[in-house]
């Protein structure tokens, strides 16, 4: 009996640091989500920019090659909006499937903690 006990604290020991170190990994986790919605910010504003940017030439471009110039550099400058978006969109679905698994884990090691509490007690 004294060995199962003492296998059954090295265990809820060993879960312990593994449920810190996924804790940890949370954190970085939600680090890296404040850290893109700073980043998204920064390039909406820099899209803003970008169009008031694209606007001025359209009045500053004069005649058929000039208009042509002019939505030319539009549509290239809404490709790469559109990409940029698309790659946000996927890094913050990454972080959050990122995030669940982890939370799962943590709440699966909690579960496991708790009936290693209770056999220990009985």
């Not at 899209?47 to 001025?56: D, I, P």
């Not at 030319?72 to 698309?86: K, S």
Request: hydrophobic share 30%.
């Amino acid at each position: 009996m004294d060995q199962k006990m003492e296998a059954l604290h090295q265990k809820l020991q060993k879960m312990r640091r593994e449920k810190e170190v996924q804790e940890d990994e949370l954190y970085g986790i939600r680090q890296r989500q404040a850290r893109l919605e700073s980043a998204e910010s920064e390039l909406f504003h820099m899209e803003r920019e970008k169009s008031n940017l694209v606007a001025q030439a359209h009045e500053v471009w004069q005649g058929n090659h000039g208009r042509s110039v002019a939505h030319e550099a539009e549509d290239v400058a809404h490709q790469n909006w559109r990409q940029l978006r698309r790659t946000v969109e996927g890094t913050r679905e990454d972080l959050q499937q990122e995030q669940k698994r982890l939370q799962n884990n943590v709440y699966q090691l909690e579960e496991e903690q708790k009936r290693i509490h209770r056999e220990l007690l009985l």
